[in-house]
């Protein structure tokens, strides 16, 4: 660890590789995968090396080749499933509704299409209006 405040420069290139490298909850994904399609090699595993790096050393160019493609082909999904909203970030509900009573204090009550009320009361902001 370095002394003073003034030499954080150079500690940088390790803090951006652990937060490249490390999986964040609110995406599943590490940022180095979504960007690259695949995970990085860490130092450590150049120094011994894994069982991946193993059996990339060992594959011949056409097979080497062949798994990169597939490996690019799911790099999309990868994306989009990470970025889909998730937890308390997710829709709760969403389709076209009535608005069946209007509470004084912004609180309303809606129904589907098919005329059953919502279980709870909704704020009139998190509305957007429709008009037919």
Same mark, same amino acid.
Not at 13 to 19: C, E, N, V
């Given at each position: 660890?370095?002394?003073? #405040? /003034?030499?954080?420069? +150079?500690?940088?290139?390790?803090?951006?590789?652990?937060? /490249?490298?490390?999986? %964040?909850?609110?995406?599943? !994904?590490? %940022?180095?995968?979504?960007?690259?399609?695949?995970? !990085?090699?860490?130092? !450590? +595993?150049?120094? =011994?090396?894994? =069982?991946?790096?193993?059996?990339?050393?060992?594959?011949?160019?056409?097979?080497?080749?062949? $798994? /990169?493609?597939?490996? *690019?082909?799911?790099?999309?999904?990868? =994306?989009?499933?990470?970025?889909?909203?998730?937890?308390?970030? #997710? #829709?709760?509900?969403?389709? $076209?509704?009535?608005?069946?009573?209007?509470? %004084?204090?912004?609180?309303?009550? *809606?129904?589907? =299409?098919?005329?059953?009320?919502?279980?709870? !009361?909704?704020?009139?902001?998190?509305?957007? /209006?429709?008009?037919?």
């Amino acid at each position: 660890m370095l002394q003073g #405040s /003034r030499q954080w420069h +150079e500690n940088l290139p390790f803090a951006l590789l652990g937060y /490249r490298t490390t999986i %964040p909850t609110s995406i599943g !994904a590490t %940022p180095y995968l979504l960007v690259y399609g695949t995970e !990085a090699v860490i130092p !450590a +595993e150049v120094e =011994i090396p894994s =069982i991946r790096v193993i059996v990339e050393a060992e594959i011949d160019d056409d097979e080497w080749f062949k $798994t /990169r493609l597939e490996q *690019l082909s799911l790099i999309d999904e990868k =994306i989009l499933t990470s970025v889909e909203a998730k937890g308390k970030f #997710s #829709s709760n509900w969403q389709g $076209t509704f009535i608005v069946k009573k209007v509470f %004084p204090n912004g609180a309303l009550y *809606l129904t589907d =299409i098919e005329g059953k009320m919502a279980k709870m !009361a909704i704020n009139v902001d998190a509305l957007k /209006r429709y008009y037919i």
